[in-house]
């Protein structure tokens, strides 16, 4: 569970702790967007300041001339974020800054660092280092390239001219991970999906480099067995459209929560206040029921809160409300912080059950038998048309509901007629403008309209993969994404090598990891003093192009925690998505069609 921790731990250590404060000395720490976000994600404020940061400042805002003051720039190497470092310190008669402390969160191009070592700001450079962590550490076990831009260029042809710029970034940024995670991987893709060996390629060129620089990495118990598994985003296309009940995932689809901020109102006897709550691992009740059905939530915040009560001998009933937690913050006030928190999530699991009672309800069942290809009672069912009908011609339910609908239909079918899209589309009326949602899916390699030259084993149909009766408790949650498959076949050693191909010929395990011969540039780079190195068990990561479900993300935790043999299951993506998110990436491609 060390990713979040090793970044911190580098941050502090790599960039904050070596930049040492003399008495009385405050600098100013300079971020970019990915920085800036990956600096929130791990680190708290007074952290930062106990490293004699006085300032955090955005590089691509105006600021305030500092000329007295030292600036650490933690800063990803691109064309931006190095024009912007350089304009200030273009006029030396009007500094924005005394020097610079520049670390790079991964390798800097030479194009790029040599423009930077022609330019003035080269004087006035005290520190240039690589850190190499150039990606998000979204959740304990969850990463992200924030790299949204990443869809268009993989599926779009008409951006296949950017494609390899943006590819040979994010198999840098990948490569930082394993770095940052001390770890050396044997690197799998889904063969199916043709673009995927040329990026594994990419990768496995990435890590080499730094495997050449640091030959420690993948060293360690079993360290071998490591494997980074790379996925398009057709590898599952049912699981990012379903309407998911456990609570994280179902208030993201649900709920207006932007960059993980939840806005609710909070209406006590006397005043109505505007709340913002940011939902996060520092929130340890978020973290302990974020992967809960929603079914239970509610009765597990109550069941805490009434117990918390009863430990702080503040009385309680038997089932907690609002009207009681208001009473009980002014009773005592200096439980506030915790007794805020029942109260948000009490708030974030009445809506999650308000928008599924006033319609979800009515789309999950006709969703689960469309992925399942059976009813609740496991006959098969025959005829979805019967079902999928009323949904399309119902006025109350939204436009991208239907279009999750009739994607479902089509993906169970593998694909119909052009003819029969057609009718779908007119008896849901889809609006011109939105059609392409429904085609465009077939630049991801889903079979959409019908090609028989071009059919294709659909691994990730329930008829096609192992049964989890067992499993299922609720009857609108009896899908499990396939990625949960996956991660334990990957675990026992049982994935598929024809499907999923190593990029070399064998894997590690076999090679015995033999390091390569560096092939980097330079050695300013190779300064690591202070480096920290995290050793675990081996580790499956699997990296998913074109975005992750939070119903993906939530296998990754319950496959590591049944895993009985020290593995842990690492997931991430170009960028965390939602099933309007979905929607809305396939409605930007130009399918040319």
Not at 228 to 234: K, M, P
């Amino acid at each position: 569970m060390a990713l979040k921790l090793s970044v911190q731990q580098k941050i502090n250590q790599d960039v904050l702790g070596v930049v040492r404060k003399s008495a009385n000395e405050w600098r100013v720490l300079v971020v970019d967007q990915l920085s800036m976000r990956m600096v929130s994600a791990c680190c708290k404020m007074h952290e930062i300041m106990s490293n004699g940061i006085t300032l955090v400042e955005d590089i691509n805002k105006r600021r305030e001339p500092l000329a007295s003051m030292e600036a650490i720039y933690l800063i990803t190497p691109t064309a931006k974020s190095i024009k912007a470092l350089m304009n200030d310190f273009s006029n030396t008669s009007d500094l924005q800054y005394k020097c610079a402390h520049v670390f790079f969160t991964e390798a800097c191009p030479d194009e790029l660092f040599n423009e930077l070592c022609k330019s003035p700001v080269s004087k006035f450079i005290k520190t240039l280092k690589e850190i190499n962590i150039a990606f998000l550490p979204y959740e304990s076990q969850v990463f992200s390239l924030d790299s949204p831009e990443t869809f268009q260029l993989y599926y779009n042809p008409s951006k296949a001219g950017s494609r390899i710029l943006n590819l040979e970034r994010c198999a840098e940024q990948i490569a930082t991970l394993c770095a940052t995670l001390g770890e050396y991987p044997s690197v799998r893709y889904r063969g199916e999906f043709d673009k995927n060996a040329d990026f594994a390629h990419l990768v496995q060129q990435k890590l080499d480099q730094y495997k050449a620089d640091d030959h420690t990495m993948g060293e360690g118990q079993q360290k071998d067995r490591s494997q980074l598994i790379i996925l398009d985003r057709a590898f599952d296309p049912v699981s990012p459209l379903l309407h998911e009940l456990t609570f994280q995932a179902m208030a993201f689809d649900l709920l207006p929560i932007e960059n993980d901020v939840y806005r609710y109102e909070n209406t006590s006897a006397t005043d109505v206040q505007e709340k913002e709550v940011l939902l996060d691992e520092n929130d340890e009740l978020w973290a302990d029921l974020r992967h809960m059905h929603i079914a239970v939530v509610s009765q597990k915040v109550t069941q805490m809160l009434k117990n918390f009560a009863e430990e702080k001998k503040m009385g309680s009933s038997e089932k907690a409300s609002m009207k009681d937690l208001s009473q009980m913050l002014k009773r005592m006030p200096q439980y506030q912080k915790e007794l805020s928190r029942y109260s948000t999530h009490l708030h974030l699991a009445e809506e999650c059950m308000k928008a599924y009672q006033g319609h979800a309800d009515k789309l999950c069942k006709v969703e689960q038998d469309l992925a399942m290809g059976t009813n609740q009672d496991g006959e098969k069912i025959r005829d979805h048309m019967r079902n999928i009908v009323p949904i399309l011609l119902d006025q109350s339910v939204s436009v991208y509901d239907k279009i999750r609908i009739i994607l479902l239909y089509i993906i169970s079918k593998g694909g119909i007629t052009e003819e029969n899209l057609a009718k779908l589309v007119q008896h849901a009326q889809i609006p011109d403008e939105e059609k392409c949602i429904l085609t465009n899916m077939q630049n991801l390699g889903v079979p959409i309209v019908q090609d028989a030259s071009r059919r294709k084993t659909q691994h990730y149909l329930a008829l096609n993969r192992k049964e989890r009766v067992s499993e299922h408790t609720y009857q609108m949650s009896r899908w499990t994404p396939y990625i949960k498959d996956l991660m334990e076949e990957a675990i026992e050693d049982k994935m598929d090598a024809k499907f999923f191909p190593y990029h070399s010929a064998v894997s590690r395990g076999v090679m015995g990891g033999r390091a390569p011969v560096s092939a980097r540039y330079g050695n300013w780079h190779k300064d690591r003093a202070g480096q920290t190195n995290y050793k675990s068990g081996p580790r499956m990561i699997f990296f998913i192009i074109g975005g992750v479900s939070y119903s993906e993300i939530r296998c990754a935790y319950e496959v590591t925690k049944a895993c009985k043999n020290n593995f842990e299951v690492l997931i991430g993506s170009t960028h965390i998505t939602t099933p309007e998110g979905l929607l809305s990436d396939l409605r930007e491609i130009n399918s040319g069609m």
